[in-house]
Structure formats: structure tokens, C-alpha cells
């Protein structure tokens, strides 16, 4: 009897790992493979927060899409002003949904924030609240201050400074300072930060479409200026036809060229993963019908 006790037991052990939905990635800033995710086709992320409950078939859908793809980890931006009520249930439900396909989550803040409407109270409060709703959960992988700060802010570092601050006091997750690699936006005076890594936004789109075969001189210049672990945040390249190179062909080469030179010595992460049918802009990687374009099979060789 005590035999089948112990068979019974090892059994039922078997089946609950089985049934266990483990995290898929072991997520380094190194090997980060990901993608921005700025709501679903329907919805983009000026609507997303507000239609959450009925995006939430195709962000389910898209989330899936984005796993099975190979990448590990998403970004995601918040607009506090989809929050009035302080209330982040949705945003813990996206969590859990990036969760159940392996997903890790940037999560960044400050969305709607600009130089002429900071009210601190107002932003800590919703700092508070966030953190509150997913900050110990596991696929956390960073809090983000800001998509492009010095695009905003240029070389304010005040409200930067306060951020960082604040997020030390109320958080022990990893911190990502995003800034805008442009030749004529300051970057440099951001050394020092007390930041865990830095992220780039990197868009070479014509005519400077050459610079693609740069980005790995330029991360590492800005790893060696900064002194801490450096990302690609975003690129992209569109599809919608505006210039003649916005074509489906073009970005899968610009995709291979800019993959060719950070893939497996920086983490990045590319805009966007859908189109949007409220926008004539298409920088996704599939359409607003979920059709894979070129750009997915390069993607998918690089991740073999």
C-alpha cells in the first residue's frame, strides 16, 4: 500500500509540473529579442487602454503570434490619463496574458507626460498604483522612465533625476532610460544616471537608410560613453507605400541589415509588431489581419 502512496504521489507531482506554465526565457539584456507592443490592429496605443476588454481577443491572438515568432520580451507604455481612477487591473491583465506566453514585460511610464504638464503628486501617485498592481510579478523584467526622454525633455534632466528617484525608493526591478539616437538630439549629457541600462531608439529611414550598417558602432559608442549596458529600444521600417522604399521587400532588408549587426551582441527591440487600421502608417511586421510579410521569415532565421 505504502508502495502505491508513493506512485500515487510521484504521479500526481508528473502531471502538476505538466500542468505548471513556466517562465519560457531566461531574459539577459543581452539576449534581449523583442518587440514593441502598441495595441492591436483595431486599436492603437491611443485607444488601447480605453477599448482594453474588447482588444483583448486579438491581444491575446497577438501575443501568441509574438511567442510563437521566437521573441522573449515586450514593451509596453503607459498614458496615465487611461487611468484616472489609479486603478491598473487592465495592465495586470496584460501581465498575466504576456505571462502565459513567455513573455517578459518593460513596462514604461510616463506616456503622456511632457515639459508643460508634469505634476509630480500626480505622477507618483500612478507610480504608486503601478507598482502596487505588477510590481512583483515575475515577467516584470524593467520599468521604463520614458519612451525617447531627451525627444521630449531635450537636456532637462530634472524631472529625469526626480524619476529615477522615486522608482529607487518604491522598487527594486531593473531601471531602462530610453533615449533618441538622433545626430542633432543630446544624448551624452545623460552619463551617470542611476539607471541599470540604456535603451535607443534608432531610426535610419531615408535618406540616412545607410546608417543601418552602423548600429553596432553606435551602441557601442554609447555603451562606452554611458558606462552601463546598452540596448537597440526600437527601429522599424515601413511598408505603407508614402516614399517608394516604404515597401514590404525593403523592410525585410533593412531588417536583416540592422539584425545582422546587433543580433547576438545587443538586445533589441523592433517597432512594431501589427498595423493599425486607424492609421495609414504600417511599421508592423504583420497586418491588420495578422498576415506574417517578408520581414517575419528574416526574423525567424535570425532566431534559428
Same mark, same amino acid.
Request: some cysteine; overall charge negative.
Given at each position: 500500500m505504502k508502495g502505491n502512496i508513493k506512485t500515487?504521489?510521484? +504521479?500526481? %507531482? /508528473?502531471?502538476? !509540473?505538466?500542468?505548471?506554465?513556466?517562465?519560457? @526565457?531566461?531574459?539577459?539584456?543581452r539576449n534581449i529579442h523583442g518587440c514593441n507592443i502598441t495595441g492591436v490592429p483595431k486599436y492603437n496605443w491611443g485607444t488601447f487602454w480605453?477599448?482594453?476588454?474588447?482588444?483583448?481577443?486579438?491581444?491575446?491572438?497577438? +501575443?501568441? %503570434? /509574438?511567442?510563437? !515568432?521566437?521573441?522573449?520580451?515586450?514593451?509596453? @507604455?503607459?498614458?496615465?490619463?487611461?487611468?484616472?481612477?489609479?486603478?491598473?487591473?487592465?495592465?495586470?491583465?496584460?501581465m498575466r496574458i504576456a505571462k502565459k506566453y513567455g513573455l517578459m514585460?518593460?513596462?514604461?511610464?510616463?506616456?503622456?507626460?511632457?515639459?508643460?504638464? /508634469?505634476?509630480?503628486?500626480?505622477?507618483?501617485?500612478?507610480?504608486?498604483?503601478?507598482?502596487?498592481?505588477?510590481?512583483?510579478?515575475?515577467?516584470?523584467?524593467?520599468?521604463?522612465?520614458?519612451?525617447?526622454?531627451?525627444?521630449?525633455?531635450?537636456?532637462?534632466?530634472?524631472?529625469?533625476?526626480w524619476c529615477i528617484s522615486k522608482l529607487r525608493e518604491l522598487t527594486s526591478k531593473p531601471i531602462v532610460?530610453?533615449?533618441v539616437y538622433f545626430w542633432h538630439m543630446p544624448w551624452q549629457i545623460y552619463v551617470g544616471l542611476d539607471v541599470d541600462y540604456y535603451s535607443f531608439s534608432i531610426y535610419s529611414i531615408p535618406p540616412f537608410d545607410f546608417a543601418a550598417e552602423t548600429f553596432d558602432e553606435l551602441l557601442a559608442s554609447a555603451e562606452k560613453v554611458l558606462g552601463k549596458p546598452v540596448f537597440l529600444g526600437e527601429f522599424g521600417w515601413r511598408t505603407d507605400g508614402e516614399d517608394p522604399s516604404y515597401t514590404e521587400e525593403k523592410q525585410a532588408e533593412y531588417y536583416r541589415k540592422v539584425l545582422g549587426e546587433v543580433h547576438g551582441?545587443?538586445?533589441?527591440?523592433?517597432?512594431?509588431?501589427?498595423?493599425?487600421?486607424?492609421?495609414?502608417?504600417?511599421?508592423?511586421?504583420?497586418?491588420?489581419n495578422f498576415e506574417p510579410k517578408p520581414v517575419v521569415e528574416v526574423i525567424r532565421e535570425v532566431l534559428s
Open positions: 500515487y504521489i510521484a +504521479l500526481a %507531482l /508528473v502531471l502538476a !509540473l505538466l500542468f505548471v506554465t513556466p517562465s519560457k @526565457y531566461s531574459v539577459s539584456v480605453d477599448h482594453f476588454y474588447d482588444a483583448k481577443p486579438d491581444l491575446e491572438k497577438e +501575443l501568441k %503570434l /509574438v511567442c510563437n !515568432l521566437g521573441l522573449n520580451l515586450v514593451e509596453i @507604455y503607459i498614458p496615465y490619463h487611461c487611468f484616472p481612477d489609479l486603478n491598473y487591473v487592465k495592465l495586470k491583465e496584460f514585460v518593460i513596462v514604461t511610464l510616463n506616456d503622456d507626460v511632457y515639459p508643460d504638464n /508634469v505634476n509630480y503628486t500626480y505622477i507618483e501617485l500612478h507610480m504608486k498604483a503601478i507598482i502596487d498592481a505588477i510590481g512583483s510579478m515575475s515577467n516584470l523584467f524593467a520599468f521604463g522612465v520614458m519612451n525617447e526622454y531627451n525627444g521630449r525633455f531635450g537636456t532637462n534632466m530634472s524631472f529625469a533625476k532610460f530610453d533615449l551582441k545587443y538586445g533589441w527591440l523592433f517597432w512594431c509588431f501589427t498595423d493599425w487600421v486607424e492609421l495609414d502608417e504600417q511599421w508592423g511586421v504583420y497586418t491588420v
